[in-house]
């Protein structure tokens, strides 16, 4: 663990979706009662403000800063907590973890500068423990584990460098017409899907226009799903466990959320059932939350439109806001 911390590398200054959030954090993490972190499914469909907001309305003073990032999975989110602790910063009191069930990053990203910078040696040891520890299928441990080394031989190598020195070499300049800040209109950490003009992003919105049959149909699975006991589960409690007591030394208490997509994160309940997560709040579950899965609310399969956000950031807000109130009554 101390080896982890003090080889932590520093964040390069131009890694897309990380460096503008974590930079303007770094600057006034002094400010901020509340952190939201994980990935598109927190940076997309928490509101700052609404929240904010509704604690207001409640009495409750508090600022919040969504840090989701985009395509993060475990180890990386635990990584980018860990930054955050790192800066301790004076007000931080809570921070929301959206649990993301992935240990390993997508196969044609093990080489992206975002992904080789965060592989030192003590890093990439740890998460293949990790890996080793878990009830995955054996095949699964070892392209996970390679993914990971991939990642930390191509960053010793330097190779990670190389496609910025091709670019520059042959007078690359990246098309920023569908370039925004990350930060959103409030500078809260926080954008809509809606309001991103990358065209990428709106393909996938007609994509899912387009196949409505093929998203209710998911969604009832995932209502038959969560029925399901299931004997075998790749989870890793002691990995969470470590998470929260990181935090917990800090005087920071974790709050884990599962959002409202099409996953079922059982082994995540489980962790919880078996107390290595303290605080977990479901809203993976369309009977309960059928708003949430309206298609009228929806951006696509997984993600939240901003009417959907708004609908989703109050609900948090207000089961918060019920915490708060059970943990002053049982405070003696």
Do not use: C
Not at 173 to 178: A, G, H
Not at 291 to 312: M, P, T, W
């Amino acid at each position: 663990m101390i080896l982890r911390e003090v080889t932590q590398p520093t964040i390069p200054q131009d890694i897309e979706e990380v460096s503008e959030k974590l930079n303007y954090f770094s600057q006034h993490k002094d400010s901020y009662d509340v952190v939201f972190i994980g990935s598109s499914r927190t940076h997309r469909q928490i509101m700052p403000q609404v929240f904010d907001r509704v604690l207001q309305e409640q009495g409750y003073t508090v600022r919040s800063f969504n840090l989701g990032i985009g395509g993060s999975y475990l180890p990386e989110t635990y990584f980018y907590i860990r930054k955050v602790l790192a800066m301790r910063p004076k007000k931080l009191k809570w921070i929301f973890i959206e649990y993301t069930d992935k240990l390993d990053a997508r196969e044609e990203n093990v080489r992206a500068t975002r992904e080789v910078y965060w592989h030192t040696l003590a890093e990439t040891a740890y998460i293949s423990q990790v890996i080793l520890a878990s009830n995955h299928d054996w095949s699964d441990k070892l392209v996970m584990m390679f993914d990971h080394l991939h990642s930390y031989f191509y960053g010793i190598t330097k190779n990670g460098k190389g496609s910025a020195w091709v670019q520059e070499l042959i007078g690359y300049q990246e098309d920023n017409k569908y370039k925004i800040s990350l930060l959103g209109q409030y500078q809260d950490g926080y954008i809509s899907y809606d309001e991103d003009p990358d065209r990428h992003v709106k393909k996938r919105q007609q994509r899912f226009l387009e196949k409505l049959d093929n998203y209710r149909g998911e969604v009832q699975e995932l209502r038959e799903e969560r029925q399901l006991i299931e004997a075998h589960q790749p989870f890793k409690p002691e990995f969470l466990a470590e998470m929260v007591s990181q935090m917990q030394r800090h005087g920071i208490e974790p709050i884990f959320v599962v959002p409202p997509s099409l996953h079922t994160y059982k082994d995540l309940i489980q962790s919880h059932q078996q107390q290595y997560v303290p605080t977990l709040w479901v809203f993976n579950n369309p009977d309960r939350f059928a708003e949430l899965y309206a298609i009228e609310n929806r951006f696509d399969d997984e993600h939240l439109n901003q009417q959907g956000s708004e609908l989703f950031t109050r609900l948090l807000a207000q089961t918060f806001l019920q915490h708060l109130t059970e943990s002053q009554e049982s405070s003696p």
